[in-house]
């Protein structure tokens, strides 16, 4: 009885430890003059038998570390744990917050339990976490692929630097920074930082907005191909890199059934927009290209089902010469296609050499209307043969049920 009783008290406990616990609220600690940052890891190397002295590129930052004598970070004012490679997609929310089982995590703040951006200009920021402004020392640290905290973590295991240098943050300004290989031979890395413009142009809601950079390492696209694990099947064309400057050409789409040839949209076929010229150093924010979220006139204002091409095509390459449904993976660094698809529609029988990302389009119960289409302003970005594209939405409505 005595044994029974101490059961029972040690389970009320517990019971009254779990409440405790689980209603506890995080407190955030009031940002004075913040800025609004973003954090991807772009060192999207594989570990194998060419490169097996290259450190694993799973990362931890730190900003505004406290070091030991010895240069060990031992505090920070702020840390970014577990920070893994980076999505293909950066959707308009924080899906990583609350979401999956790991620790590791695809972006700063994603997982992190942070104070982020508010609404600003109709655009919304809780993708990015709020950060003081002014300067700031920050240092990229490798870490083991593992559960432990980086504080926690044996004092050898927490000496391995990937970067420490200093960063200035402006008063309610948003920035993007990456985490980048600067030169594919000498595998140097380091970081650069966005300072971004979206929320400060005069963008129309009826039109879909979307910028470029190649930000791949020197000498990437030159680089044998074998090695550097190109022809890939999902990475399409664009596995083996594009050539430093590229003219980028737009088509769009109504939409069709796998395997079937879908229709151009008139006016919008193989459309000019500009040129992508490489650059991993000092990166400032590319023009917005745009076309109608409504290019389809048959679409009835409400909902359209139109996706995105894109062509990037060597200076003096003619687009009109590429086939439609070319499969071939190898083209020497002059053309790869990007298709923007559909929810649920990933990749056509026809086009193997493309690389596939979701459609620029948001569609979502708003209002009374299940679903209603909206524009959204877009990035692109290249980087060794990796994809990755980012969308940013304004507010819209909520359903009415």
Request: proline share 6%; hydrophobic share 40%.
């Amino acid at each position: 009885m005595i044994r029974s009783g101490m059961n029972n008290m040690i389970f009320c406990a517990a019971v009254l430890l779990l409440f405790a616990t689980g209603c506890a609220k995080v407190k955030y600690a009031k940002i004075d003059d913040p800025a609004y940052l973003r954090v991807f890891n772009n060192l999207n190397y594989k570990i194998g038998v060419d490169n097996k002295d290259e450190m694993l590129p799973f990362l931890t930052m730190l900003i505004d570390p406290q070091v030991d004598e010895s240069g060990m970070p031992i505090s920070a004012a702020i840390k970014g744990d577990f920070l893994d490679q980076r999505d293909p997609y950066a959707p308009p929310y924080p899906s990583h917050i609350g979401s999956g089982v790991s620790v590791n995590n695809p972006e700063y703040p994603g997982r992190e339990n942070v104070l982020v951006g508010p609404v600003l200009n109709g655009y919304d920021l809780s993708s990015w976490a709020q950060i003081p402004s002014g300067k700031h020392r920050i240092m990229f640290m490798f870490r083991p692929k593992n559960t432990v905290p980086f504080f926690n973590l044996e004092a050898k295991l927490k000496r391995n630097v990937l970067i420490d240098t200093t960063i200035t943050l402006d008063i309610k300004e948003v920035y993007t920074l990456h985490v980048l290989q600067k030169d594919y031979n000498t595998k140097r890395n380091g970081i650069y930082l966005r300072k971004e413009n979206f929320q400060k142009l005069p963008l129309s809601d009826s039109m879909i907005y979307v910028n470029f950079y190649n930000m791949s390492a020197k000498g990437y696209w030159q680089a044998d191909n074998e090695i550097k694990g190109g022809n890939v099947y999902g990475k399409g064309a664009l596995g083996n890199g594009i050539k430093d400057d590229m003219n980028i050409f737009a088509t769009l789409y109504k939409d069709a059934a796998l395997n079937t040839l879908p229709t151009k949209l008139p006016g919008y076929s193989g459309k000019y927009l500009g040129r992508m010229v490489r650059n991993s150093d000092v990166l400032e924010v590319t023009p917005y290209y745009s076309f109608p979220l409504f290019a389809d006139a048959k679409a009835g204002g409400i909902h359209t089902d139109m996706w995105q091409r894109f062509d990037f095509v060597a200076q003096g390459m003619d687009i009109a010469a590429i086939p439609y449904g070319q499969t071939d993976l190898n083209t020497d660094a002059n053309w790869a296609p990007v298709l923007c698809f559909m929810a649920g529609k990933t990749g056509r029988n026809d086009q193997q050499n493309a690389v596939f990302v979701p459609n620029m389009i948001v569609n979502i119960h708003s209002g009374t209307y299940n679903p209603r289409s909206f524009a959204t302003v877009n990035t692109i970005e290249v980087v060794n043969g990796n994809v990755y594209l980012t969308t940013i939405q304004r507010k819209y409505a909520p359903p009415v049920y």
